[in-house]
């Protein structure tokens, strides 16, 4: 059916009233009609239209009132019932696979963590992550039908549905990801790098808030980078920007098969030689000081030509804090002239932050897929516990993993509530 000018305006009209309601709603724990129509600025018979069609989706319910007096009828009261469907981000890792899900409204509601332990093939990290995923859809009560959206950070470079090329798992590398975690659902997937996730969430919630450009370094077990410039994350035509840890002079190649990293993880991992040089571990220590010496040319010079506001130090490893921030820092400005190159700032997130971007992510793509918009702004992500931030949140989750049986090591672990 072909419509006219006029019915397009119409209808153009009624989906941007629709989106300042759902707006309103999601952002107050109850309206009355009244009051959304004059937070709206529309008249009250439009939004009394609107709130019942958003009921009638489910996407609003009416609730109990408060004890105002009223003359006549009590007025009605309305929730955005940020419940009606959820969102799921994760990070597909060498060593890990981490889940977290949140409603609509934002509210980081379950996280699962599961190690990887010795050779897994491509089939079963697929089948960790469907696990993963199932196991959050439980925690929530939810049937996969009230699934909105996943996204899924993967090491390598990758189109939004197919990996083109991961090194680190080498059987992933042309597979259609995106469709083989569907599982069947009509909700959307998307794949995106796992450092262009860990970017993502340091700019929408960590240390780069407030910065418009920003290169984010992953520093643990692999080292990488990604950029976001002009408050937009940086793909690159081909989808490989910041790509460039196998050029020998970043000093970032070889790193797989070479001594310092299989050092790293015979002394339990990034996140463990972090912590324990904070305990003033002699060896753990003197691992960062390789670390730092090696990986300073590829974050001097991404931070001269990209010249941005802030470097973000991300990754296991950054958990080390200023033992690691500092003498990077005085490295870089050993290499070039001193407060030439960007600052150093350590990740809020460290080796969080590809699965919380991962959940960013979702959180916009489901609301696009919901709301029939991307006009309409997706919500922060946050905890139940307005007195905790996402961060401490995360780390309270992270110290009461408990490890059961190789060679697939289940972990469950919820925000603090």
């Known amino acids: 059916m072909v419509r006219s000018g006029g019915d397009r305006h119409v209808m153009d009209v009624r989906r941007r009233n629709t989106l300042s309601c759902i707006e309103v709603l999601r952002g107050s724990p109850t309206s009355t009609l009244t009051a ?16 019942a069609e958003l009921v009638e989706r489910g996407l609003a319910r009416e609730v109990p009132g408060g004890e105002e007096a009223t ?14 469907r959820y969102v799921v981000g994760l990070d597909l890792g060498v060593h890990s696979v981490t889940g977290m899900v949140a409603d609509l409204a934002g509210h980081v509601r379950a996280v699962v963590r599961r190690t990887v332990d010795g050779p897994v093939d491509g089939v079963a990290r697929l089948e960790v992550a469907r696990d993963v995923q199932r ?43 995106a469709a083989r975690l569907s599982t069947g659902g009509d909700h959307p997937v998307v794949i995106e790098n796992d450092i262009n996730m860990a970017a993502l969430a340091e700019h929408a919630l960590g240390a780069a808030r407030l910065a418009d450009d920003v290169v984010l ?18 793909r690159g035509n081909r989808f490989a920007a910041g790509e460039v840890g196998d050029f020998s002079w970043t000093g970032w190649d070889g790193w797989y098969e070479g001594s310092l990293l299989r050092e790293i993880e015979q002394a339990g991992g990034a ?15 003197d691992l960062l000081e ?10 001097a010079t991404l931070a001269m030509v990209v010249d941005p506001e802030c470097v973000v130090l991300g990754g296991g490893l950054s958990r080390a804090g200023e033992l690691l921030r500092a003498p990077l820092q005085a490295e870089v400005d050993r290499l070039v002239h001193p407060r030439a190159a960007a600052p150093l700032v350590t990740s809020a997130f460290a080796a969080d932050g590809a699965a919380l971007g991962a959940l960013v992510r979702a959180l916009e793509v489901g609301s696009e897929a919901v709301f029939g918009s991307a006009e309409i702004a997706a919500p922060s992500l946050r905890v139940a516990d307005p007195a905790a931030s996402l961060a401490d949140a995360l780390a309270a989750a992270a110290r009461t993993q408990t490890t059961a049986a190789a060679p697939v090591t289940a972990r469950r672990s919820r925000p603090r509530r």
């Open 36 to 51: 959304l129509a004059k937070d709206t600025g529309l008249s009250r018979p439009t939004v009394e239209s609107i709130v």
């Open 71 to 84: 003359l006549g009828r009590p007025a009605r009261h309305f929730a955005f019932a940020a419940d009606a």
């Open 135 to 177: 196991e959050l859809l439980d925690e929530v009560d939810a049937p996969r039908s009230r699934l909105a959206a996943v996204a899924a950070a993967v090491p390598g470079i990758v189109d939004g549905e197919r990996v083109r090329l991961s090194l680190p798992i080498a059987d992933w590398t042309g597979v259609n990801l």
């Open 217 to 234: 370094v992953q520093l643990g077990y692999r080292v990488g980078a990604a950029l976001v410039l002009g408050g937009q994350l940086y």
């Open 271 to 285: 996140e463990q030689v972090a912590l324990r040089a904070q305990q003033g571990d002699g060896t753990a220590l």
């Open 290 to 299: 390789q670390y730092v010496r090696r990986v300073a040319p590829g974050v």
